[in-house]
């Protein structure tokens, strides 16, 4: 198994198939809170050395999970929204000029958009044919005043994984910003930002990274830092941000400079943890698992007259896993199945079924029961 299923408290009361809403955290998060907690209840400030060193290494840990050429190419975000608002807010927009996203985006990734009519930036859209974004319909919806492309990595109710390679260079072709929401695939898919021409990206950590929420971080291509105006400035968003008495506005030269105030260190700390679990178990080792439960998952599904709305053609698989029925509505279902112990959603009028890498073909069972019963 990817990941050791003993570190996972959660398994002892409900088979969790849920990773794309809120994760349950593993015992190595649930002990780095309680050491943050109790070391400053007994040392206040005194003990801070250790937490400044600690939250160091999470942002080492978040630079290799997505290879980003330098630790100072990622900063800690207390959201995905914010991510998305780095981006949004500091671009060098024009009016007239436009943004294309996905018509079915979380929210997260249309309203930060849509906030921006007032600087006369229009939001165009691009539909799914079924459960797919086509990245035809996506260089069809561009125009010589496009300035920004923000999709998921994953969208959230259909699971569909959208093809970032694809769509990268399609946005270096066309000279356009590239911005990926990816928190419904960090922590289960690799990413690799040398690789992928990605400019920005943004994650929480509570769902496949497996981290509280309120932790997580982004990424910033170098090369776009001068030109987004930072947003959030605060005193830790310059290069000496310890000479509390001495006002020197010099932003640091990278991404730090949008870590404007005071960490979540508790939060910053579990979500490390969690990061060492999933890295020490390998997200090529975690991909192979979750596509393997989730292909498990879809051949029983169909034969017992589900209908699988994701796509599961190769690359475009993800951990989530989105069915239909024709005399089961999802509501009913996901209800059913809180009862018997089962932990799945309802997205789009259709069941959302999520598993990750510590778990198993019997809870993929334990859920097919309940939703018949």
């Known amino acids: 198994m990817a990941l050791p299923r003993d ?46 060193d600690r939250v160091a290494h999470v942002r080492t840990l978040a630079a290799r999970l997505v290879n980003a050429p330098s630790v100072d190419d990622v900063y800690f975000v207390p959201s995905t929204t914010h991510g998305i608002g780095v981006v949004a ?14 018509a079915e985006e979380y929210p997260a990734n249309q309203y930060p958009w849509m906030n921006l009519a007032h600087r006369g930036v229009e939001v165009r859209t691009v539909a799914s044919r079924g459960s797919r974004l086509l990245v035809d319909d996506v260089r069809d919806a561009m125009t010589d005043r496009t300035r920004v492309l923000t999709v998921s990595s994953v969208e959230f109710a259909s699971g569909f994984r959208n093809d970032l390679d694809a ?13 990926v929401d990816a928190i419904q695939s960090l922590g289960a898919f690799p990413l690799d930002v040398q690789k992928t021409p990605i400019d920005a990206l943004a994650a929480d950590g509570h769902k496949w990274m497996l981290g509280p929420e309120g932790a997580g971080f982004g990424y910033i291509r170098r090369e776009w830092v001068e030109r987004l105006h930072p947003i959030g400035v605060g005193a830790f968003s310059v290069v000496r941000p310890l000479e509390f008495t001495t006002i020197d506005f010099t932003l640091k030269p990278h991404a730090g400079r949008w870590e404007g105030g005071a960490p979540n260190v508790p939060g910053v700390t579990a979500f490390g943890a969690s990061l060492e679990l999933l890295l020490a178990a390998g997200i090529p080792e975690i991909e192979r698992r979750v596509l393997a439960l989730t292909d498990y998952l879809c051949d029983n599904a169909l034969s017992q007259g589900w209908h699988v709305f994701s796509s599961r053609a190769g690359a475009e698989r993800s951990g989530i896993v989105s069915l239909t029925h024709p005399t089961r509505s999802s509501a009913e279902v996901m209800a059913r199945c809180r009862a018997a112990g089962v932990v799945v959603n309802n997205r789009a009028n259709r069941v959302r079924v999520s598993p990750h ?9 334990r859920f097919l029961d309940a939703a018949r019963s």
Do not use: M
Not at 167 to 179: A, D, I, P, Q, T
């Open 89 to 102: 807010e500091g671009f060098p927009w024009k009016a007239g000029d436009n943004v294309v996203l996905a």
């Open 7 to 52: 570190q996972f408290p959660v398994t002892e009361r409900w088979a969790f198939l849920d990773h794309a809403a809120v994760a349950p955290l593993p015992a190595p998060a649930v002990a780095a809170l309680h050491a943050y907690a109790d070391s400053l209840a007994h040392n206040g400030i005194a003990a801070v050395k250790t937490w400044v």
């Open 357 to 365: 890498a510590y778990n198993t073909e019997a809870e993929i069972d």
């Open 167 to 179: 769509l990268g260079s399609l946005c270096r072709e066309k000279n356009v910003f590239f911005f």
